[in-house]
């Protein structure tokens, strides 16, 4: 299965600021996916980034907020944006391993995010 | 959307007993899978089973796609099996859509 790696693995950042998460994968992929995972909650798609287009983002997240980059098959940025404490969660990338089997999707070891 | 309901919410097991945690769907999915995320917030794929029954060691999950629902079993469960279960189903729009988790709390 594909190996996802994400740095920085925990951040804690204040009001008003920015911060970027990287996502690597060891091999190439189609397509990457951002999600957020606030407290205590379930896991919430952003954004669905194919490389050489612009990411697909889902209702309630938008570019300014999010922007995201896809440079290449193995690997991705998430940035989040003038952040508030409400943006404190955990951010994850995930692919679609399709040699590992269709449909099955991987998830690197997350970004744990506080904003003070 | 489709709406995702897992139960049960919370569960605290004692080590070395059985449970079985349950994902139920309002309409017909394709793909499902079932995810382990521990306590550093890792999430492991447990199982892909669109549909059928698997077995890996103590867990096994079973997925009647005609009845909307699929269910995974933990047998004598460990100290490390603690953490939230997540059923997922797969969105066309190639995403996976998560149900809401069970959390998992399984004491020595």
């Known amino acids: 299965s594909a190996v996802i790696s994400q740095k920085p693995s925990r951040d804690i950042c204040q009001r008003g600021t920015s911060l970027t998460i990287q996502c690597q994968v060891d091999?190439?992929?189609?397509?990457m996916f951002w999600y957020r995972q606030q407290p205590g909650q379930s896991l919430t798609l952003i954004a669905t980034?194919?490389?050489?287009?612009?990411?697909?983002?889902e209702s309630g997240f938008v570019i300014d907020k999010f922007p995201i980059s896809r440079p290449n098959l193995t690997f991705s940025t998430l940035t989040v944006s003038n952040m508030s404490p409400e943006d404190s969660s955990i951010y994850l990338c995930s692919v679609e391993d399709q040699l590992a089997g269709p449909y099955e999707q991987y998830f690197g070891p997350g970004t744990r995010l506080t904003v003070t | 959307g489709i709406q995702v309901e897992q139960s049960p919410p919370d569960l605290i097991l004692q080590e070395g007993a059985n449970s079985t945690l349950r994902c139920n769907f309002s309409d017909s999915v394709n793909n499902l899978q079932w995810f382990h995320q521990n306590p550093w917030g890792q999430l492991i794929n447990l199982f892909y089973i669109p549909s059928g029954t698997k077995q890996n060691g103590r867990l096994s999950a079973t997925t009647v796609a005609t009845e909307r629902y699929s269910l995974l079993y933990i047998s004598s469960s460990q100290t490390t099996d603690s953490g939230v279960y997540f059923c997922?189903?797969?969105?066309?729009?190639?995403?996976?859509?998560f149900g809401p988790g069970t959390r998992l709390s399984v004491l020595p």
């Open positions: 997922a189903y797969y969105n066309y729009g190639q995403n996976f859509v």
């Open positions: 091999s190439q992929v189609t397509m």
């Open positions: 980034a194919n490389q050489g287009s612009e990411a697909t983002y």
